[in-house]
């Protein structure tokens, strides 16, 4: 009889164990182009808004972490926020780094998965006008999953050679 009990016990135990992996599986394919292209985009605009007016560290840290993963929300705070009168701000640049490429959002702009990750890029010409210029090249964001949730995970202008 305890082995009876002992054999069911495992056996539960194993369908439990499936049937997580498989709920995680699941949520990790349900995350889509859609999904990463807009996760970019909002984050983009939370780090504009940063520029809007002073707060406190930790609002500003709170308003990153949804979007960004903790190293990169580290390594943005250090290198973009400066203490002001009534708090904390970030201030506009052409070359601050860690921050989300000024992406046109449309057909120019591409999102792949590869080896676990997003990337969303666009392919600059060096040739364009208005008060943004490049240079010629791949501005692209890597979006990888953190904790269960997919977050901006770096900025970079090379692409895997899977996505060249």
Same mark, same amino acid.
């Given at each position: 009889?305890?082995?009876?009990?002992?054999?069911?016990?495992?056996?539960?135990?194993?369908?439990?164990?499936?049937?997580?992996?498989?709920?995680?599986?699941?949520?990790?394919?349900?995350?889509?182009?859609?999904?990463?292209?807009?996760?970019?985009?909002?984050?983009?605009?939370?780090?504009?808004?940063?520029?809007?007016?002073?707060?406190?560290?930790?609002?500003?840290?709170?308003?990153?972490?949804?979007?960004?993963?903790?190293?990169? %929300?580290? &390594?943005?705070?250090?290198?973009? @926020?400066?203490?002001? *009168?009534? =708090?904390?701000?970030?201030?506009? +640049?052409?070359?601050?780094?860690?921050?989300?490429?000024?992406?046109?959002?449309?057909?120019?702009?591409?999102?792949?998965?590869?080896?676990?990750?997003?990337?969303?890029?666009?392919?600059?010409?060096?040739?364009?006008?208005?008060?943004?210029? %490049?240079? &010629?090249?791949?501005?692209?964001? @890597?979006?990888?999953? *953190?904790? =269960?949730?997919?977050?901006?995970? +770096?900025?970079?202008?090379?692409?895997?050679?899977?996505?060249?």
């Amino acid at each position: 009889m305890e082995k009876k009990k002992l054999w069911l016990l495992f056996l539960i135990i194993g369908l439990v164990t499936a049937a997580c992996g498989h709920v995680s599986q699941t949520q990790a394919s349900e995350f889509s182009k859609e999904n990463a292209l807009s996760l970019v985009e909002d984050a983009f605009r939370t780090q504009v808004s940063l520029s809007e007016k002073p707060q406190s560290k930790k609002h500003i840290n709170d308003k990153l972490s949804q979007y960004f993963t903790k190293d990169l %929300t580290a &390594s943005f705070i250090r290198e973009n @926020v400066y203490e002001v *009168e009534g =708090g904390y701000i970030t201030f506009g +640049s052409d070359f601050a780094p860690h921050y989300i490429p000024f992406f046109k959002y449309d057909d120019s702009t591409n999102v792949e998965y590869i080896d676990g990750n997003w990337y969303v890029w666009e392919e600059r010409t060096g040739e364009e006008e208005g008060p943004v210029s %490049t240079d &010629s090249g791949v501005e692209a964001v @890597v979006v990888s999953e *953190e904790e =269960g949730t997919w977050k901006v995970s +770096s900025i970079t202008y090379e692409l895997p050679e899977k996505l060249q």
